[in-house]
């Protein structure tokens, strides 16, 4: 009797590590491309997310949809717009937030970006919560939740599968984006060495402002899974959001995206378990805990390549 | 290879007291890339030696190794009768020295509790509470690492390998390639922090602005002032270091380096991007020091004038290896040096 | 006193007042606080101040300013001297203030007098600035602001969950004001705490940051402080010197804690209530702003830097809130001025940074440590990968 509702409540609790993982992972992501390529921790990025969770909800509502669409195609359309003026309305954000913010310090020391980025962390924050009000705000969820399927016991609702489906494509895109495109290339070169990469004629400006684009378009469409599978968002979620993805993108190995995925699921799933075990108000804790360990005894992450000196 | 450890001053059977500093089988890698490969250096003390060898050859990661920035990933250096540079040996033995003292006062205290008192609960809390802070005291210790616990470590055969400002205060000073100077204080202020191992303020002097600090610091001030006049930059004191000229920067991290009193000089490239003119000066100025300061110098060199007029010895680094040590004579005869710098095997 | 800098051969009169005070630093500090405290409360009595608050209610202030002006104090040694970027400041303060709740409340039961809960919140604080500091030793600043933004989140956390010992969200009530030894209180008087009664607190503030600035003067022109410098310039090369880089970033680390723990004793005193909320990331991140709009490194200009914005916080906001509601101004008298400062000082840092990241009143040597755009140090040094978390030394 046991058995079956705990392996049904497992099998539920998985499925909900796959949603926060993937969500983690998208956002972890943006971390370790920027890093990767400028060596700044984007203080704000976190805040992106939260700014695509806001900028979605006003697409949404802002084409009447308040509810569960059943009709799947309409509800493909509906999304596949939602996801790309997100994302692109993102992307832009992102860039001009490294063009104004960051670019011009990019060559002062370590402080002033730094504190720049948490400036500008403040100032989302607070231009969101003039604009849409302080409060919780309840999102359309078109994604019906009414949609599910059984496995092992549980009842999974498909938004789930579809989440993490999203993660995988994205995660895979880009990939293939850094693998082979050219401006793939300009960017790890870059990223390895940026002034060996000027002057074999790469573009800078435009490979920062590009993984910028693309790291706050991939935590925008976090914003949007995120609004269609919680049901409520406020100006407040960017913050830890952020710190816990950049938790998971330093368990992974700053700087590599494979790291991110797998730091941002590991993550998603210890927090669920936490929150199974009855420990859902200490999970922060427990992750920033895990960030500390992790930088004290392994500060490569998981797949970062060991760096074992001493200063 | 384990070699009995012994207390500056001491010597141990085997090793000649003429020898300041002994390099053995110095290996480091990289992950895939072997920087330097079993790598040997005698330096006899009160010599001049040179590392010399074509760019890429390992030089600098040797010397880093030499400094305590880097740890070798085999070999050991012996500095004045003493190992001070070499992978860590029994490491696991460490943590039981930070939380054993907390294990031993839990289990006392457990003791005496249930002996005694087991029908009071504060008084287990404060014995928790004792334990933690022992727990805490031994993390510390061994995050601090004072002197007393150095050699505690030492008497139980632990090896840990020496960080840069330990052998800063066995007697070991250094310059940098790309002179790393405070760029932002001022010429004399540079050498004041030389001093730090010599100097022995303590918060506790600051707090109270006693009148140890005011002296020390007058004596140091003064001693400072005779550092630069020797490197030729008497006057200079209040100069903020980056509005120096070049050369004079590099002489600035010599008088940095010298302010500890060290016993053996790492001069890394001391003449890089200097004319002829002041190539001859900075080569008299390594004479000197030998001849007036006794020191003994190990240096790091490109041009063959200053090493072919200095050295006592020379090692040649090529592509991580020794393959070639002597008088410069000898060395500048020798066909596989010549092979590494040209590139073509000698007639 | 120690004699600083050698001056150049024909000092005008500003650089020999300069002198005059470096060389009796003390007593220059001693004797300017006394005047700054004896003006603010007459300033307060005139126009136009005189009409935003009575006089009594200005003194309540400034004694609250008191609060951030220490906690900047100690921030700065933590940021500006050794170039630690600290996130996390708050959870000290937060230390201090429970401290001094467990100390001296109805809640504990016991009493300990106020003068002594003092030094033993300080030292409380430095203990647990040691312990979060020591992660943070190898770590490069990027990740050391991160790892201190943590444990800046993870105290509150504590605070609000181990119920038991904390009282969880509602925080700790209760808490007793302090009391002169002698001095009867029953019947208020000029010289009880109280809380229409904030003359006392004032002056206590005032002695606390005449203090803390002596001692951190001090500490400055010190072997200390120059290793701090060493250091904040170049990690590497300080340890090549000879600087043990774990105890002098400890102490440092320490020292600063051990200030916002006389911050929150105080705070604990004055509000007689501590709760979780008070401690959060807002509180770190204003400090930080007071600190860099002040400047950086430097002393005096942090305090007068936290003394602006904790003012423009709580007395220039609602005054613009009135003002335009007064005179009906469209738009503007929509706005609640109080609820967006944060957005205000989000944009302050950004365009300091931007603009002149050494702060309203710079250290000279740290405007020009913030404008170097040299080749960072050391190329020379490590081995094929210099980047993460272990980087290059410094900031």
Redesign the interface.
Known sequence: MLDDTLVATLTAQFFNGLTIGGIYALIALGYTMVYGII???NFAHGELFMVGAFVSFSVLTGFGFAGPITDPVTLTWVLAVAFVLTMLLLGVLGISIERF?YR??R??????????A??????L???I??IYG?SSKPTPQVFPFAWRFEILGATIPWITVFIFVVTVILTVSLSQFIARSRMGRAMRSTAQDREAAQLMGVNINVTIALTFFIGSALAGAAGIVYGLNYGTINFTMG??AG?IA?TAA?LGG??NITGAVLGGFIIGFIQVIAAQLGYS??T??VV??V??IV??FR??GLL??Q?G??? | MTEPTALPGSTTPGSDPEVLLHARSITKR??G?V?VNQAELVIPKGSITSLIGPNGAGK??FF?VV?G??DPTEGQIVFRGRKMVARAERGWLEPFFWVGPAVVTGIVLLGLWALFASTNPEAGLLGAAVTLGVL?VG??TG???PLWYDRLLDRAGVFKTA???D???AGIG?T???I???????AI?NV???M??K?H???V???L?SRR??RE?AAARARSRELLALVGLQGR??M?A?NLPYGDQRRLEIA??L??DPVLLLLDEPTAGMNPNETEEMKRLIAKLRADLGLTILLIEHDMRVVMGVSDRITVLDHGECIAEGTPEEVRANPRVIEAYLGVPAA | ??AR??LPSSPGLRQRLDALGTRHR?LTIILGMALVTALLPLIATLPPFSGFNKQIVWIDNFASAGVFILLALGLNVV?GMA?L?D?GYAAFFAIGAYAYAYGSSTFTDLSVPFWIMLPIGAVVAA?FG??LG??T???????L???T???G??VP??F??ASQWTNGTQGIAGIRRPAIPGVDCGSGGPLCFGAGSPLPYYIVMAILITTVLI?LY??Q???????W??IR???????????????TK??AFALGASVAGFAGVFSASKFINVTPEQFG?NVS?TV?AMV?LGG?GNMWGVAIGAFIIYMINSVLLKQLNAFFDTFRVPILSDIDFV??Q??L??????AM??TR?EGLFPNR?RA??????DEP?????????P?????????
């Open positions: 060596e700044l921790i913010a011009p310090l060559n002062a020391p370590r402080l002033a970006p730094l504190i720049t948490i400036g500008v962390s403040f100032i924050q607070n231009l919560s003039a302080g913050f830890s710190l950049f330093v700053i700087g108000r200490w922060d804790a920033f805990s960030l500390i930088l004290v500060p490569s970062g390549q760096v000196e001493r200063a | 990289f992950g890339l920087a600098t990661t880093n400094a920035i880097l805490v993390l510390l995050i601090v690492r960080r840069p400002n052998m800063v205060r250094r940098f390639q790309n790393r100077l405070f760029q932002n204080m001022t202020e004041l922090v030389g730090h191992v100097l303020s303590n918060i002097d600051a707090i602005s600090q005011d610091e004191d209040e903020t980056r940095r380096a302010a500890s | 006193m120690t800098a050698a003390s940021v170039g970027l996130l203990i040691i312990l020591a992660p030793l190898r770590l490069r600043g990027d990740y602001a991160i790892v933004l943590g444990f989140e993870i956390v504590v609000r969950n001692v001090r500490l022109d010190s072997r200390l402080g120059r290793s410098q060493a310039e170049d990690e590497l090369a300080a340890a090549s010197n000879g600087i043990n880089t774990v105890t400890l102490l990331f991140f930080l860099v950086i609820q967006y944060y957005l000082y989000g944009l302050l840092l950004v940074m931007l990241p040597r020009a440590e913030l404008h170097v755009t140090p050391g190329a020379d040094v490590e081995g094929p990968d980047s993460g978390p272990l980087g290059r030394g410094g900031t």
